[in-house]
T-cell receptor, first 115, second 113 residues
C-alpha cells in the first residue's frame, strides 16, 4: 500500500480564497482523522470519521472549516474563506479497528500558507 | 485522557540506547500508553503502545512501571535517523475503539555521531 496520500503537498493562497485539501486513506482502514499542526498550538485533532461518518468535529475551529468523507477512499477538508491564521500543516491519518484504532498512519501533510 | 509529562529535550550518542521517560501519574486503568515520533517535515509515526505489560517490536521497547504511573521508551541502538520529536500519549481506548490522541510538546531527541 502507498500509505495515506495527501494533496496538495504545498498550497499558497490569498486571504478569502477557498482551500480544499484531499486525503486518500489506506485501503481497508475504517477511521480517518484530520489534524492541524502549528508552532504555537502543536498537533490538534480537527475531526475524525468512522466508516465515513463524522464522529467528533469538536476540534474544527469555526464554521469556515468543513470536512467530508463521501466514500471509504476519499476525504476533503475545506476552508472557506481562508485567513492568514489558517496557515499550518494539515495532516490526514487513518487507522483500522482491526489492528488498533489508535494506531494511526499519517500522511506527509499539506502545508498551507494564506497570505 | 491522563496528562503526560516528558522532558523537553534529550541527547544520545549514535549506537547507544536512547531511554525516553514519560510520566503519567494520573493514568486510569483503561488507558493505554502510546508512543509516536515525528521526524522533521514528516507526519507523525506510530512506534509502540501498551497497557501494563512491557512491549517490544522491531522499532523499540516500552517499559511500563508496575503502578503504571510512568513508562520508558527504549531505542536500543539509536541512529542519526532516530532524531525526532517523541510523543507519549495516554488514551482511554485501545483495540477496536478510538480514543482521542492528544499530542503534547513531546521530547526532542537528538542523536549525535
Amino acid at each position: 500500500d502507498a500509505g495515506v496520500i495527501q494533496s496538495p503537498r504545498h498550497e499558497v493562497t490569498e486571504m478569502g480564497q477557498e482551500v480544499t485539501l484531499r486525503c486518500k486513506p489506506i485501503s481497508g482502514h475504517d477511521y480517518l482523522f484530520w489534524y492541524r499542526q502549528t508552532m504555537m498550538r502543536g498537533l490538534e485533532l480537527l475531526i475524525y470519521f468512522n466508516n465515513n461518518v463524522p464522529i467528533d468535529d469538536s476540534g474544527m475551529p469555526e464554521d469556515r472549516f468543513s470536512a467530508k468523507m463521501p466514500n471509504a477512499s476519499f476525504s476533503t477538508l475545506k476552508i472557506q474563506p481562508s485567513e492568514p491564521r489558517d496557515s499550518a500543516v494539515y495532516f490526514c491519518a487513518s487507522s483500522s479497528a482491526g489492528t488498533g484504532a489508535n494506531v494511526l498512519t499519517f500522511g506527509a501533510g499539506s502545508r498551507l500558507t494564506v497570505l | 485522557d491522563a496528562k503526560t509529562t516528558q522532558p523537553p529535550s534529550m541527547d544520545c550518542a549514535e549506537g547507544r540506547a536512547a531511554n525516553l521517560p514519560c510520566n503519567h501519574s494520573t493514568i486510569s486503568g483503561n488507558e493505554y500508553v502510546y508512543w509516536y515520533r515525528q521526524i522533521h517535515s514528516q507526519g507523525p509515526q506510530y512506534i509502540i503502545h501498551g497497557l501494563k505489560n512491557n512491549e517490544t517490536n522491531e522499532m523499540a521497547s516500552l517499559i511500563i512501571t508496575e503502578d503504571r504511573k510512568s513508562s520508558t521508551l527504549i531505542l536500543p541502538h539509536a541512529t542519526l535517523r532516530d532524531t525526532a520529536v517523541y510523543y507519549c500519549i495516554a488514551s482511554n481506548a485501545g483495540g477496536t475503539s478510538y480514543g482521542k490522541l492528544t499530542f503534547g510538546q513531546g521530547t526532542i531527541l537528538t542523536v549525535h555521531p
